[in-house]
């Protein structure tokens, strides 16, 4: 059973482009996390998605949106790139959206912003 | 994480000696106490969880210990060897659903 994927695993962008990346989930799983990683701050969760809706939302700026296909795929947009923006990002998948399913993390999106 | 404190935040054991991390959090509702592993340029992995009627489990060297009164949850790491050298997190979920992880403790074993 292949795991999460995720796409680019790199990326580089200057301040004020905008950004597209994106996440397979297993096979079946309906649910869809995304979460940023910085050495300072951790984990921070972004937002989730099941069947296409967005579930849960983190504390984050607009500028960050995501959205889900009737596949469970998920994307994930930043537009007006900050410096501040330099990060991991990690999407996660788990089978349905209930909290004690294990989450499947993806090898994440590293975005550097220039 | 929001409500969530993870201690200590770097942990340095001597190989074969036992490493513990502590998870608090808040929301009297969690009823799910994962442990995720995450090893250099890999995502979070879980290794450990247990639900809210169990007060510990054991799998080989690692357990979880669950306080509900005092809502902390524990990592026991015993006989540590080199790759247990990682960041580890606890993300107990939420009554809204979300799941917010811990900061992390980065655990070191020394040679």
Redesign the interface.
Known sequence: KAG?TQTPRYLIKTRGQQVTLSCSPISGHRSV?W?QQTPG?????LF?YFSETQ??K??FPGRFSGRQFSNSRSEMNVSTLELGDSALY?C?SRLA?V??N??F????TRLTVL | GENVEQHPSTLSVQEGDSAVIKCTYSDSASNYFPWYKQELGKGPQLIIDIRSNVGEKKDQRIAVTLNKTAKHFSLHITETQPEDSAVYFCAPPRRDDKIIFGKGTRLHILP
Do not use: D, I
């Not at chain 1, 701050?41 to 969760?45: A, K, R, V, W």
């Open positions: 999460v996390s979460y701050q951790g984990l921070q969760f989730e579930r849960n983190g504390n990690l996660a959206g909290t004690y294990e989450q993390f993806g090898p994440g």
